[in-house]
């Protein structure tokens, strides 16, 4: 079993949907949570950091469940340019100075249709 | 101003060949990592170094050398390359923190390694 679970997809979706991704963690050592973004042949980059109270940046929305070791990313109003595979990543201390380890699932590809 | 650069974008190689791959970064972090996504696009951790020191070094064949000449930069030599080398190599970069929440971390472009 993977540290780190998504469902693959893709969810196919039409412009001005909502679309849920759910993703869970098997350890409970894990510290920070964050969903990055992956364009296609390009490099992950941040989208936003996932905060215990529930996070929302413009049409974005995470919320994270420690006890049930979930998290989840909504958007809202879907964009074509929201097209992208959507990766879920905790951070695990290493235990060498500050910097931690991210495990990153597998991530879960988007397609927004016309 | 590219944030975290590597060299070469595509590398195209025989087996049995031993090439590298060069990172350099100007956003004056002190960490910088090496990460191998494979077919099935999972991302991986390979290496990590700290102010020139290696933090983390996962499972990884002795063929892969990662090499930090100073903080900006984060080298990966591979010898004796394998099929199942093909893959896409991110490097990236953070600035570690003493306090408060992770710290985000930034990926350079990649290179696109394919073994033949």
């Known amino acids: 079993r993977k540290e780190v679970e998504q469902d693959p997809g893709p969810f196919n979706v039409p412009e001005g949907a909502t679309v849920a991704f759910n993703c869970t963690y098997s350890n409970s050592a894990s510290q920070s949570f964050f969903w990055y973004r992956q364009d296609c042949r390009k490099e992950p980059k941040l989208l936003m950091s996932?905060?215990?109270s529930g996070n929302e940046d413009g049409r974005f929305t995470a919320q994270l469940n420690r006890a049930s070791q979930y998290i989840s990313l909504l958007i809202r109003d879907s964009k074509l340019s929201d097209s992208a595979t959507y990766l879920c990543?905790?951070?695990?201390?290493?235990?060498?100075?500050?910097?931690?380890?991210?495990?990153f699932g597998q991530g879960t590809t988007l397609q927004v249709k016309p | 101003d590219t944030a975290v650069s590597q060299t070469p974008k595509y590398l195209v190689t025989q087996m049995g060949n031993d090439k590298s791959i060069k990172c350099e970064q100007n956003?004056?972090?002190?960490?910088m990592y090496w990460y191998k996504q494979d077919s099935k696009k999972f991302l991986k951790i390979m290496f990590s170094?700290?102010?020139?020191?290696?933090?983390i070094n996962e499972t990884v064949p002795n063929r892969f050398s990662p090499k930090s000449p100073d903080k900006a930069h984060l080298n990966l030599h591979i010898n004796s390359l394998e099929l199942g080398d093909s893959a896409v190599y991110f490097c990236a970069s953070s600035q570690s923190r003493t306090s408060g929440f992770g710290e985000t971390q930034y990926f350079g472009p990649g290179t696109r390694l394919l073994v033949l």
């Open positions: 996932v905060y215990s």
């Open positions: 956003l004056g972090h002190d960490t």
């Open positions: 990543v905790v951070k695990r201390d290493h235990g060498s100075g500050n910097t931690g380890k991210l495990i």
């Open positions: 170094y700290n102010n020139k020191e290696l933090i």
